[in-house]
T-cell receptor, first 113, second 111 residues
Framework: DQQVKQNSPSLSVQEGRISILNCDYT??????FLWYKKYPAEGPTFLIS?????DKNEDGRFTVFLNKSAKHLSLHIVPSQPGDSAVYFC????????????FGQGTRLTINP | SQTIHQWPATLVQPVGSPLSLECTVE??????LYWYRQAAGRGLQLLFY??????ISSEVPQNLSASRPQDRQFILSSKKLLLSDSGFYLC??????????FGPGTRLTVL
């Protein structure tokens, strides 16, 4: 039972355009959502997060949107840069308790010059 | 700053051999530590977490075990490795804003 799903294994975007990565979840107990960026053979790097009391959080070029009724979140990167090419994981947790993260399968983003 | 140290970076072990991967954390007052595994082409799966010394919770039945002998040390072990234990192992701590921060990982290949 996959509680967090990223249905697009890969995404290709032209440099300077907007990249939109999507994520769906099924567990209504999740109240905190995070996006991570990962390069091969390295640990994931935290990008941005959002709690369930908000529907948008912005940090520089990165914006995360949360639609609780649809159990859907998205990460927008604008403008996309070549250095953004990586695998992006969304993750979800419940802030109460051990705050375990449940990860999606990841989306490989490629930014083309 | 919050930092997770992991070693070794890569490891090749024969089937049936033991395993010990070590993780240490610095720069955070939160005691929670986590072990994840990423199989080839897959997402990260939580294996174990610990909220304090000697406190271990297992998330999936498997051939591995974990221990927390000191506050800032988290160890992943196996008595006899299986081929299916191959993967990329990541240790994580919990940061000030409820984000988990990860170490550099260990690539384990079991032959």
């Amino acid at each position: 039972d996959q509680q967090v799903k990223q249905n697009s294994p890969s995404l290709s975007v032209q440099e300077g355009r907007i990249s939109i990565l999507n994520c769906d979840y099924t567990n209504s107990m999740f109240d905190y959502f995070l996006w991570y960026k990962k390069y091969p053979a390295e640990g994931p790097t935290f990008l941005i997060s959002i709690s369930s009391i908000k529907d948008k959080n912005e940090d520089g070029r990165f914006t995360v949107f949360l639609n609780k009724s649809a159990k859907h979140l998205s990460l927008h990167i604008v403008p996309s840069q070549p250095g953004d090419s990586a695998v992006y994981f969304c993750a979800a947790s419940a802030l109460q308790g051990a705050q375990k993260l449940v990860f999606g399968q990841g989306t490989r983003l490629t930014i083309n010059p | 700053s919050q930092t997770i140290h992991q070693w070794p970076a890569t490891l090749v072990q024969p089937v049936g051999s033991p395993l010990s991967l070590e993780c240490t954390v610095e720069g955070t007052s939160n005691p929670n530590l986590y072990w994840y595994r990423q199989a080839a082409g897959r997402g990260l799966q939580l294996l174990f977490y610990s909220v304090g010394i000697g406190q271990i919770s297992s998330e999936v039945p498997q051939n591995l075990s974990a221990s927390r002998p000191q506050d800032r040390q988290f160890i992943l072990s196996s008595k006899k490795l299986l081929l299916s234990d191959s993967g990329f192992y990541l240790c994580a701590g919990l940061g000030s804003y409820n984000e988990q921060f990860f170490g550099p990982g260990t690539r384990l290949t079991v032959l």
